[in-house]
């Protein structure tokens, strides 16, 4: 059909959007969504939808993908693998970190980590920064620069000996995000805690993979997200707290906003559907598979987060996929060995099984709307980090990236899945749904059989302003 008004038309959807559910036609030209009404022209391309529900492709906001690590440690998935394990889950945007290593130059950071998504991607992606060494040189020149030219978040960490920055380098950074409009992510833990609780319970002999989360107690994240939020209150800067895992940092961060201060949270999967049993009940090394940071808490925690979940105190929901191989000397398992608790690298697996989770769990079982599900994965993420509204919605003019959901009861099996990981840690798991169809930009990635997506079509998104708070007027302090 060669003067067809769409190159395809999806029919009969039942969209979903952060705001509203409506039944529709979709029509995409060139990529985007250029028509939404009943009974739209044939296209070249026609999907029937029947009546599923189509939301936005998700944005995965926090997800690390080939991020440099100091050997024997590699991350399990690259550009490739990642971003089609994104795409098979309905995953159209990702947003991994740029890291900074001490002693490094940013731009050569960013450079760097360019090199290494180029001609890989199957979706679109875009990067944060990982500030690690806030020279002056980074503060007064490269940061600003970044900024200006798309990078406009970046993380620090509070936490891990090779990243973080103590409480006067954390002020310095967050002065330059007020003063140029960019949006710091903070890892809030405790490190000198972590590092007294942790020789502690070596010089036991607990080194135990379940140990891991006894040496990073929930106080650990709660007096450094109580830290964070006085830090961004001094400076006058909104905040986003990532990975936030259970009550005492939730009650901070309450403590925050009935104070009127702007400071955003996110959770990922790992703290509503696991808990410290899963890094082990005894001494058995297969609970390093579940060893990440924050630990998952216990059932009481998991509660305390769908209902941050439901009520508005999160404001997004992320992976933090940080893939490392469970049976592999570069994984959890350095150099072929069983190691101590402080030797295991942090980090689980989840970019693909993000939505279909919170999907199943939080739309179908009843605990959050399916409104609240898009805001959560795709509407906020593509505002706070300045991608909205070409990400994160189903309008006239955005990408036609979305989501057409099959609900049928599945079971979660790493085998089905496209990460480079040798495992999930929800193996196992019934769900209730799975992506029948993911289009990035009007094209198929994901058929609910196979990634169809050719590698290297993701393009790189420069993010612009966070859009989550109103602005201030150009000019203004
Ligand atoms: N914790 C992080 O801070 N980043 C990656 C994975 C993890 O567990
Ligand atoms: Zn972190
Ligand atoms: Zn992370």
Not at 201 to 207: C, H, K, Q, S, V
């Given at each position: 059909m060669a003067d067809a008004a769409f190159d395809l038309v999806v029919r009969n959807a039942q969209v979903a959007t952060a705001s509203d559910t409506f039944d529709c036609d979709i029509g995409i030209r060139d990529g985007r969504i250029v028509q939404l009404g009943q009974a739209l022209a044939a296209g070249r391309d026609e999907y029937d939808a029947a009546g599923r529900v189509v939301t936005p492709g998700g944005v995965d906001a926090h997800c690390h993908l080939d991020q440099p690590m100091e050997a024997p440690a590699r991350m399990a998935d690259d550009f490739r693998s990642g971003s089609r394990s994104a795409a098979c889950g309905g995953t159209t945007t990702v947003i991994p970190f740029a890291a900074q290593m001490k002693g490094q130059s940013l731009l050569a950071a960013v450079d760097d980590y360019h090199a290494r998504a180029e001609g890989r991607a199957v979706v679109d992606y875009a990067f944060h920064l990982i500030v690690s060494d806030p020279t002056p040189q980074v503060l007064s020149t490269e940061l600003p620069q970044l900024i200006a030219q798309g990078y406009t978040s970046f993380k620090v960490y509070m936490t891990y000996d090779d990243m973080k920055l103590d409480d006067g380098q954390i002020l310095d950074v967050l002065d330059v995000a007020r003063t140029h409009g960019a949006l710091a992510m903070l890892h809030a833990e405790n490190a000198d805690c972590?590092?007294?609780?942790?020789?502690?319970?070596?010089?036991?002999?607990?080194?135990?993979?379940r140990y891991h989360a006894h040496a990073r107690p929930m106080l650990v994240e709660r007096e450094a997200t109580h830290r964070a939020i006085a830090l961004s209150q001094l400076v006058d800067v909104p905040i986003l707290i990532v990975h936030v895992s259970g009550g005492e940092?939730?009650?901070?961060?309450?403590?925050?906003?009935?104070?009127?201060?702007?400071?955003?949270?996110?959770?990922?999967?790992q703290y509503l559907f696991l808990t410290a049993e899963d890094l082990g009940i005894d001494d058995s090394y297969h609970g390093a598979r579940c060893v990440c940071s924050p630990p998952p808490r216990d059932k009481r925690n998991q509660q305390v987060i769908w209902d941050g979940l439901s009520d508005g105190l999160f404001t997004i929901f992320s992976s933090d996929h940080a893939p490392f191989r469970y049976d592999d000397p570069q994984g959890k398992k350095p150099h072929g060995e069983e190691v101590a608790f402080r030797h295991i690298p942090n980090g689980i697996p989840g970019l693909e099984t993000r939505l279909p989770l919170l999907y199943s769990e939080g739309v179908l079982g009843g605990r959050i709307t399916l409104q609240k599900f898009v805001e959560l994965t795709s509407t906020n993420p593509a505002k706070a980090y300045g991608l909205h509204p070409r990400k994160g919605t189903i309008a006239i003019g955005c990408d036609a990236d979305l989501v057409v959901w099959d609900h049928r009861d599945t079971v979660v099996r790493n085998a089905d899945l496209h990460h480079a990981v040798d495992y999930t840690p929800y193996e196992g798991m019934g769900l209730k749904a799975w992506p029948a169809l993911t289009l990035s930009r009007g094209e198929v990635v994901w058929d609910g059989r196979d990634c169809v997506a050719r590698e290297g079509r993701g393009r790189f998104l420069r993010c612009g302003r966070p859009t989550l708070l109103p602005q201030r007027p150009e000019g203004r302090p």
């Open positions: 972590i590092e007294w609780l942790t020789r502690r319970l070596e010089a036991a002999g607990r080194t135990a993979p940092a939730v009650e901070q961060i309450r403590w925050a906003r009935s104070h009127g201060l702007s400071v955003f949270a996110e959770t990922c999967p």
